[in-house]
């Protein structure tokens, strides 16, 4: 049964920096793309980064180019977004989400599994 378990949301001020992780189970990490999507109330499921296999391959959203950093750990399992100069914008519940087709997708449909998700709120 695959898991993927987000930890390091929370509370932060404008212009923090928060660290998310997304542990995953029962996958062959390796083989998957690797993604955080986020959400807020009443609005779609939003695409936020992904990263390929090899680890250097990444596609990240317009509004957090510059700030947010994914990266990914195979030997642990683990996908990391490092966020920076967080804006209040990005307050939202982040996904972490599995695909196992080739390349990236900014398509939350084309992923196959998805975690529980994690609250991050960004004061202003």
């Known amino acids: 049964q695959v898991s993927l378990a987000e930890s390091g949301g929370g509370l932060v001020q404008a212009g923090g920096s928060l660290r998310l992780s997304c542990a995953a189970s029962?996958?062959?990490?390796?083989?998957?793309?690797m993604g955080w999507f986020r959400q807020v109330p009443g609005k779609e499921r939003e695409f936020v980064a992904a990263v390929e296999p090899n680890g250097v391959n990444t596609a990240s959203a317009v509004s957090v180019k510059g700030r947010f950093t994914i990266s990914r750990d195979n030997a642990k399992d683990t996908v990391y977004l490092q966020m920076n100069r967080l804006k209040p914008e990005d307050t939202a519940v982040y996904y972490c989400?599995?695909?196992?087709?080739?390349?990236?997708?900014?398509?939350?449909?084309?992923?196959?599994?998805w975690g529980q998700g994690t609250q991050v709120t960004v004061s202003s």
């Open positions: 029962g996958l062959t990490f390796g083989w998957y793309t």
């Open positions: 989400t599995a695909r196992s087709k080739a390349g990236t997708s900014w398509n939350s449909e084309g992923y196959d599994y």
